[in-house]
């Protein structure tokens, strides 16, 4: 029985498989800010859903930068008393399992590639848009080696004549702060989300003349039925290519607030 769960910066997500082909239905609470609480969640958790069963293997995602050996979030911006805890041994003592830390924009493309909007592409990038923003580059199936994982969301933009990061010009926090409100209360039809889709055109436009893939698949919640119009992003980013002869195909994601635990299944495959 294998365990797989998506640590986000305000809900956890938390599911397990017997065989990697399924995905049961998944457990849903709060993250708490407090590292000693959120782990000790978690391993409640985890042992409820196990019961009798061994936990063979578990793969975990999390936002940020996560050590080397896949055990330790160095930098977790939502969650920061997080950050340089030894979560994955401490879960593996308490659990006596082996488990798999991953950034979770790298988990969640990793689903998208292999049950999502990703399936079958041989070059893949995945952005995505929420709280934060960040991207990932998928070749046939496997994440790019990296020396500290990918943080697209960190590159600069002039735009206006101040060099802002693009999380800064079009997460959901960014947006919250600029027009002191909630993104999901934005009304669908406001001039707000053309803004956001030509300004993260030229985000993504950066994005694809660096990893120049055939598909990009874009998520996140700045991207649900209200949100930045994926086809605007499209019409904004030709008008702007001037370097390759086309655009990659670019289409919305597929799995939705599971796309961790997918990814965690793919992880978990890949490394069996």
């Known amino acids: 029985m294998y365990i797989v769960a998506d640590i986000g910066g305000t809900k956890t997500r938390i599911a397990k498989s017997g065989d990697l082909e399924k995905l049961g239905d998944p457990l849903i609470m709060e993250t708490p800010?407090?590292?000693?609480?959120?782990?000790?969640?978690?391993?409640?958790?985890?042992?409820?859903?196990?019961g009798n069963e061994k936990i063979d293997a578990m793969a975990i995602d999390i936002t940020g930068v996560v050590s080397d050996d896949g055990k330790t979030p160095l930098t977790s911006p939502h969650l920061p008393d997080w950050r340089g805890k030894p979560f994955a041994r401490e879960l593996e003592a308490a659990l006596s399992t082996t488990v798999h830390l991953l950034n979770?924009?790298?988990?969640?493309?990793?689903?998208?590639?292999f049950y999502g909007?990703?399936?079958?592409?041989?070059?893949?990038?995945?952005?995505?848009?929420?709280?934060?923003?960040n991207g990932v580059r998928i070749v046939d199936g496997v994440i790019d080696p990296a020396a500290y994982g990918f943080e697209?969301?960190?590159?600069?933009?002039?735009?206006?004549?101040?060099?802002?990061?693009?999380?800064?010009?079009?997460?959901?926090?960014?947006?919250?702060?600029?027009?002191?409100?909630?993104?999901?209360?934005?009304?669908?039809?406001?001039?707000?989300?053309?803004?956001?889709a030509q300004t993260f055109a030229y985000g993504l436009h950066n994005t694809i003349l660096h990893w120049s893939p055939d598909r990009v698949v874009l998520g996140g919640s700045m991207f649900n039925e209200i949100g930045i119009p994926v086809e605007r992003v499209k019409f904004h980013l030709a008008e702007i290519m001037r370097k390759f002869p086309s655009l990659p195909e670019i289409v919305h994601s597929e799995l939705g607030d599971i796309g961790g635990l997918w990814g965690g299944i793919a992880r978990l495959k890949q490394l069996r």
């Open 33 to 50: 800010k407090n590292y000693a609480d959120g782990i000790a969640d978690i391993i409640r958790a985890c042992r409820q859903m196990a």
């Open 104 to 113: 979770d924009t790298a988990q969640v493309g990793l689903g998208e590639a």
């Open 117 to 133: 909007a990703g399936k079958g592409a041989h070059i893949l990038v995945y952005a995505t848009v929420s709280t934060g923003v």
């Open 152 to 196: 697209i969301g960190g590159q600069y933009l002039f735009i206006g004549g101040n060099p802002r990061t693009l999380e800064e010009l079009v997460s959901g926090k960014a947006v919250q702060e600029k027009y002191e409100i909630n993104p999901k209360h934005i009304e669908k039809d406001s001039p707000v989300w053309e803004e956001l």
